[in-house]
């Protein structure tokens, strides 16, 4: 199905067979909600840059990236599953759109940066529900210390002043061993450095959170913050944290000790740059392999909609100024008066696979939003099973079709169902029952 070249954010890109992205995800591209002034995602990004005053804020990295950076830099192996076009976007078979901030780790550890946060739009295939949506926005934190005594000893001063500070609010943290058997420490580190440093990245998180959510608990019920042992390929220690807002626990970021692959990469660029730049009369060494740190990706959307109480994910592309009008640039305390919701309209499909290829489910989404866009509210796979004589598989699928700024008529809808199912059978050969 794939035409010719892409142009994406003013450049030309080949397809091929790779190529999985069609019109409703190109044209997020450009929208950049991270950085529109008033915006909800735009402000949380503004708050939790100001938490961290003394880093780099960085929010202009282009999405598209080689699988390379995205997944190899970081110590993917080769057989992960969030390489597979079913649950990334490419563009062709060497470009795709990141699908974590972590992305671009080693081209600013590489600049010599050592204390930074990095705000962007990733896109990882899905299901559609109220909470996730293709396109979403990460923001990546990350510090660096030397792994001398004297920055050792620093770090350790700092760690005693965040403790205090945190000793004096309302907020109740159920901690784990920084480091253990099952979230080991690296091999190149010393156990006590990497101890100072997974210390330092708790307290800094536990000290964001507090500003981001204390406000809702300060006077009433205490904040409750819970650190759960994690594994990523490019951390250890790895931890996620989970937040308890109105009677659920939330996951809300991701974190660790960075790995030092990681790190090494990153100075290997940075000294060749170096190397390069150097005009002779001196040259920079910033050697960040001598260095240990901790690196932290969450998600604005989540912590945007448990803040303000958003209850539609999709609510964040709206332009409709009932929902842009709530939010003040610098204002996390909005709770979110919906709207009237308008009235759903449900369309079942229910197909035979073709014998060879089964259909993704997130072919299906991607396929419906395609054709559907934010008319779309979820999709639910609501039948499945295998023929015993023929072997063959059947699939039923229910569209929940709403707009969130109008009424919907069902001669539309059921426009739009049709172009559902003549693209189902011309794209992925199934036979409609
Ligand atoms: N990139 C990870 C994710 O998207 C989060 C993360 C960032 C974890 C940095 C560890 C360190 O899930």
Redesign the pocket.
């Known amino acids: 199905a794939n035409t010719g070249p892409l142009e994406i954010l003013g450049a030309h890109h080949p397809t091929d067979s790779f190529t999985n992205v069609g019109p409703s995800i190109l044209s997020k591209i450009p929208l950049r909600l991270h950085t529109q002034p008033g915006h909800p995602l735009s402000t949380l990004r503004s708050i939790i840059e100001s938490h961290f005053p003394t880093y780099s804020h960085l929010s202009s990295f282009s999405p598209l990236v080689t699988p390379f950076k995205n997944f190899d830099e970081l110590s993917f192996p080769k057989d992960h599953p969030g390489r597979s076009p079913t649950d990334s976007y490419y563009i062709n078979k060497n470009l795709m759109l990141r699908?974590?901030?972590?992305a671009h780790?080693v081209d600013v550890f590489g600049r010599g940066e050592d204390k930074w946060l990095l705000t962007a739009d990733?896109y990882r295939r899905d299901e559609i529900d109220a909470s996730h949506y293709p396109v979403f926005h990460?923001m990546?934190g990350?510090r660096l210390f030397s792994a001398d005594k004297a920055s050792m000893k620093e770090l350790e001063e700092d760690n005693e002043y965040l403790e205090r500070v945190l000793e004096k609010s309302n907020i109740i943290i159920e901690d784990i061993p920084h480091i253990s058997p099952s979230n080991p420490v690296q091999e190149t580190h010393d156990p006590v450095h990497a101890e100072l440093v997974a210390k330092n990245l708790k307290l800094s998180l536990n000290s964001l959170i507090l500003r981001l959510f204390g406000g809702a608990a300060s006077n009433a019920e205490p904040l409750r913050v819970r650190w759960i042992e994690?594994y990523?390929p490019?951390?250890s220690p790895?931890f996620e944290v989970e937040v308890f807002f109105r009677g659920k626990w939330l996951e809300i970021?991701?974190?660790?000790v960075?790995i030092q692959s990681t790190l090494d990469t990153a100075s290997m660029f940075y000294s060749c740059s170096s190397f390069f730049l150097s005009t002779g009369f001196y040259t920079l060494y910033i050697d960040v392999k001598n260095k240990i740190g901790w690196?932290?990706?969450l998600g604005l959307e989540r912590i945007a909609m448990i803040l303000y109480s958003i209850p539609d994910i999709r609510l964040f592309w709206s332009t409709d100024e009932r929902f842009l009008s709530q939010f003040k640039p610098g204002d996390i305390t909005t709770t979110f008066k919906a709207y009237s919701k308008f009235p759903s309209c449900f369309k079942d499909v229910s197909f035979w696979n073709a014998v060879a290829a089964p259909l993704h489910e997130n072919d299906f989404c991607d396929l419906v939003r395609d054709v559907a866009g934010d008319l779309v509210e979820d999709v639910k796979m609501i039948d499945s099973f295998v023929h015993p004589k023929t072997n063959r598989s059947s699939t039923c699928y229910r569209i929940n079709y709403r707009s969130m700024d109008r009424s919907l008529s069902n001669e539309e809808v059921n426009e739009l169902q049709k172009v559902v199912v003549a693209r189902l059978i011309d794209e992925f050969r199934v036979e409609i029952r």
């Open positions: 699908t974590h901030t972590s780790e990733v990460q990546e990350a994690a990523f490019f951390t790895s970021l991701g974190c660790g960075v690196a932290f990706g």
